[in-house]
């Protein structure tokens, strides 16, 4: 299954530091706003307890027994006030987040940044005002796109005795909402029990703003914790979603030093081993980094996406194989392929997401650690390896 974690924040609040330490791309990174003008796609991973322990082998997809499952990342153009109604960058940077099936804000938690992204003196900023401005741009973009013709397609709906919730989902499908999406929308603000032609703009915002949280829904990266007063902190316990505090610049830092052979270092441990001879300036620059891993119990980054793909998505892995009692494919090769799936997810779910064809034609799956029978219906648990059995060539 494809996985995308959209990286979203105003200009200068370390988005860019972020994506940087998460995927070790080449970005840009500067202190003004708009630094990233056109939205960067990579790949980061999340981490989980490789099922080849169990084996007498390791794999050699796992780095000692943990294995990295790769997702897709972008980190899109820092968003302003009313973006949605053009200003600065526009609405095509919200555009670029129709992929996320979430999204970290990073927002700078020191409150050094003014509304726009520009530097200000530290604890004057809001960081709780930005939380809310990216709530109200995404729900003003999703609104701005229903509301274009929804005069003439309420008037379609009740005229062709359409179903409500597939009129929405069509008019806002290039934001990646989805049936589903506008039917818990509709059940959750009772609009389905009232007719679209009388709906009104507050009704339609009311519904953007439940399609928002369930189809985009948020994490907070709260940026450059260690210089943040007690106080923007204390801001953000207020703010109705999971808040991470986190150190972007420290975890690049170190992900670069491991990345030269200097240090040994794990994403998402809270300390690190020095391998190689470091410079004074160096060892004082890891000595602040360490500082901050032990008072923060690690820099945070790596468990934001963690929290965004299993906490806040649900997300499981499961490994599909082919071969049950060696848990491998017919070339003999351990454990090759992981699969982030959503929790509740059946057999025939996975056999789909490996083939189309697998998926039409599904017998029954195995349990490769019981040997088992499972069938179509079955609901995988985390780590589980499944062999899938079906008529398909």
Known sequence: MSMTIGLAGKPNAGKSTFYKAATLADVEIA???FTTIHANHGVTYVQTKCP???????????????RYVPIDIIDVAGLVPDAHKGKGLGNAFLDDLRQAQAIIHVVDASGGTDAEGNPIDIGTGSPAADVKFLDYELEMWLFEILNRNWSKLSRKIKAENLKLEEV???QLSGAGITVEHALFALHETKLGNKEAQHWTEEDMVTLCQVIRKESKPMIIAANKCDVAPEKTKSELSDVGKPVIFISAA???VLKSASKAGLIKYIPGDDHFEILGTLTPAQEKGLKSVEHLLQSNHGTGVQKCIHEAVFGILDMIVVYPVEDEGKWANKMGEMLLDAYLVKRGSTCKDLAYMIHTEIGDKFLYAVDARTKMRLAEKHEMKDGDVIKIVSTAK
């Open 250 to 252: 420290a975890e690049l």
């Open 31 to 33: 202190n003004y706003p």
């Open 168 to 170: 929405i989902a069509d």
């Open 52 to 66: 080849c322990l169990e084996r007498d082998a390791r794999c050699r997809k796992c780095d000692n027994g943990i």
